[in-house]
């Protein structure tokens, strides 16, 4: 063991960047910061705090936005440190190539490593930490083809609470008949709910016969700390990059069922709804610099983006796939295509301008009402459900009259909802809103949280999915682990309730 002192720590202040993240949850309180730089330093502070009963919270790059790392009491341990990337490597029994990597390593780090190949997880967040994408089992528009970080993950090095260490291969360690997993000296038994049929992030993971890795996975580090990663890498190859143009949303909609069963298969589908180019346009109209954007075809009202991959030798032939794959849609005004980087980058530019742009509308109302926050919806259901769950968001937010846009990763169908409120009794209203929501996409079989997980803002939704029974199954895993609710107190479940 690593003596306490000899790792580095200081002082939380009251303003301290490690008492928030990107939710900009209020309320975070904490004594002290450490700064482990590996495993045996982690590991040390972990039975510290068990020894001590003393509640941590884990910090990692602070990009989450469900106030999962803002800390409520006691100690914070930052990962920042512990951001050391091994050699690329092969698996010996499939020829695979892996990476591995200490749990504070960025994304950006990751790719900016590799050259021939890439981690296909893409959160629109790079500086993101690739531990604090695991334990959100993070996705983002290339889940559509790629999957989620759970289907990246080869092993972890986990860990415990009370500070032991545990490397988990994928493949190791399943549950019985019974749903128990024998692990470290203890029985973990599953929560025996059934999982949404959808692209999900909200709750333990759950299945008949499941690896124990994919409890970890998704977690929210509330069983244990994410220390260091071994994930799988695919071959890199060049995409064209394209965005359509519909006359009207219901159409831009129905393309993406042609393109979901196209081939060859995009690398995305994203979606950009009526409100949303409108609000582009008057942003490029009053600030033409600050976008960049190219010149949206008249009187278009939706619009789907997609990458699709090719090699040297098949270009052309991508190209004559896309434009007849294109030529089945109705309402089309209007496309750009692009595969020179520069333009490339133009039109990723375009996908993500609209957040930012719904960000910059919240930063002048907050000159007012500095308390004021968007309401973004994280809700996915199955594809035969999305046309009824679409409709239902657009009817309930638009007959309460408040302004709203709606754009994301309809591949999956997932898209957000961002209610942007004007004064504070909009934002209560939104709230109620963004409940009923919820609540519409767990009937039609959905997620109340498809990607950024539940942490300390969004645990009421998370009932709203499981119930009080499911809840409490994934309680008593995390008893069975972290007996006093020392690790990450109050992510999925209010603090102090440990029985």
Same mark, same amino acid.
Request: glycine residues 10%.
């Given at each position: ?46 039975? =510290? ?43 010996? %029994? ?155 949303? %219901? ?34 109209? %009053? ?11 008249? $009187? ?58 719904? $960000?910059?509308?919240?930063?002048? &109302? ?16 199955? =594809? ?24 994301? =990763? &309809?591949?999956?169908? =997932? ?7 004007? $004064? ?76």
């Amino acid at each position: 063991m690593v003596e306490i002192k000899t790792i580095q720590k200081r002082t939380v202040k009251a303003d301290d960047v490690y008492l928030c993240d990107e939710s900009k949850m209020p309320g975070g309180k904490a004594e002290e910061v450490f700064f482990p730089k590996n495993i045996e330093e982690l590991s040390s502070l972990a039975a =510290h705090f068990y020894s001590l009963k003393k509640p941590y919270t884990v910090f990692g790059r602070g990009t989450g936005i469900t106030g999962a790392s803002v800390p409520l009491e006691g100690a914070v341990i930052s990962l920042e440190k512990m951001n050391k990337i091994n050699d690329l490597a092969h698996c010996k %029994q499939t020829g695979k190539p892996f990476l591995k990597a200490e749990s504070g390593v960025t994304l950006t780090e990751i790719k900016t490593s590799l050259e021939r190949f890439f981690y296909p997880v893409d959160p629109t967040e790079m500086s993101a930490s690739i531990g604090g994408t695991v334990v959100t089992n993070a996705s983002g528009a290339c889940s559509f083809k790629y999957g989620a970080t759970r289907k990246w993950i080869k092993s972890l090095k986990i860990v415990l609470p009370d500070g032991s260490v545990e490397r988990i291969e994928r493949g190791k360690y399943f549950a019985d008949n019974e749903g128990i997993i024998h692990f470290s000296g203890k029985k973990i038994k599953v929560p025996q709910y059934k999982m949404p049929e959808c692209k999900n992030a909200a709750g333990l993971y759950s299945c008949p016969g499941m690896d124990l890795i994919d409890l970890f996975i998704g977690s929210e580090g509330i069983l244990g700390i994410v220390g260091e990663v071994e994930i799988w890498l695919e071959k890199k190859f060049p995409a064209v990059s394209f965005i359509a143009f519909f006359e009207d949303e %219901q159409k831009a909609v129905d393309f993406v069922g042609i393109l979901r069963n196209s081939d060859p298969k995009p690398e995305f589908i994203e979606y950009v709804d009526r409100l949303g180019l409108k609000m582009l346009k008057e942003k490029s109209a %009053q600030d033409p610099a600050s976008l960049n954007i190219p010149p949206l075809p008249e $009187n278009s009202e939706g619009g789907i983006f997609f990458d699709t991959a090719y090699n040297e030798g098949n270009i052309i032939e991508v190209l004559e796939k896309t434009n007849e794959i294109m030529s089945q849609a109705t309402g089309f005004t209007g496309s750009f295509c692009a595969w020179e980087n520069i333009e490339k980058e133009r039109i990723k530019f375009f996908r993500h301008a609209l957040p930012e742009t719904v $960000n910059s509308f919240i930063s002048e &109302i907050k000159r007012e009402y500095p308390d004021i926050h968007k309401l973004g919806t994280d809700i996915a259901v199955p =594809h035969e459900n999305f046309n009824e769950m679409n409709l239902f968001s657009k009817n309930t937010i638009g007959r309460s009259g408040l302004k709203f846009v709606s754009f994301g =990763h &309809i591949g999956d169908s =997932h898209i957000h909802f961002n209610i942007i409120p004007q $004064n504070y009794d909009e934002l209560e209203e939104g709230k109620k809103i963004y409940g009923i929501l919820a609540a519409k996409a767990v009937e039609l079989g959905g997620t109340v949280s498809a990607e950024h997980g539940i942490g300390k803002l969004k645990r009421k939704y998370l009932e709203i999915m499981y119930g009080s029974k499911g809840i409490e199954e994934m309680r008593k895993v995390k008893k069975c682990l972290d007996p006093e609710f020392l690790l990450n107190r109050g992510n999925m479940f209010e603090p102090g309730e440990r029985s």
